[in-house]
Nanobody, 124 residues
Framework: QVQLIESGGGSVQPGGSLRLSCAAS????????LGWFRQAPGKERELVSA????????YYVDSVKGRFTISRDNAKNTVNLEMNSLKPEDTAVYYC?????????????????WGRGTQVTVSS
């Protein structure tokens, strides 16, 4: 069992930046691919970015490529999402999630552990 707690959400103007962090506790000795999902009102939850266990593989949804950067620190059991050049369409609740896999996985069904989410609002 793994517990995930997100932090770093908030409100920002278009073009601004935010850094989301997720701290994992519990059975962090197991191997996990980590991901950030988001869900906007009335929309499906989508995978924004993911990173493999050793960090050598990453995934970004097309809409955030070049603007978001995912990173992880396995010694600290944390995963971060640096978000730059934010747009109003990035507004959503962002969730940290863990999949029981060493390699990168992008299917929502593979992610068994979820945080409670943190709100990101981009508005002028």
């Amino acid at each position: 069992q793994v517990q995930l707690i997100e932090s770093g959400g908030g409100s920002v103007q278009p073009g601004g930046s935010l850094r989301l962090s997720c701290a994992a506790s519990g059975r962090t000795d197991r191997y996990y691919c980590l991901g950030w999902f988001r869900q906007a009102p009335g929309k499906e939850r989508e995978l924004v970015s993911a990173i493999s266990l050793n960090g050598d593989s990453t995934y970004y949804v097309d809409s955030v490529k070049g603007r978001f950067t995912i990173s992880r620190d396995n010694a600290k059991n944390t995963v971060n999402l640096e978000m730059n050049s934010l747009k109003p369409e990035d507004t959503a609740v962002y969730y940290c999630a863990a999949a029981h896999s060493r390699v990168l996985v992008t299917s929502r069904a593979d992610y068994f552990y979820w945080g409670r989410g943190t709100q990101v609002t981009v508005s002028s």
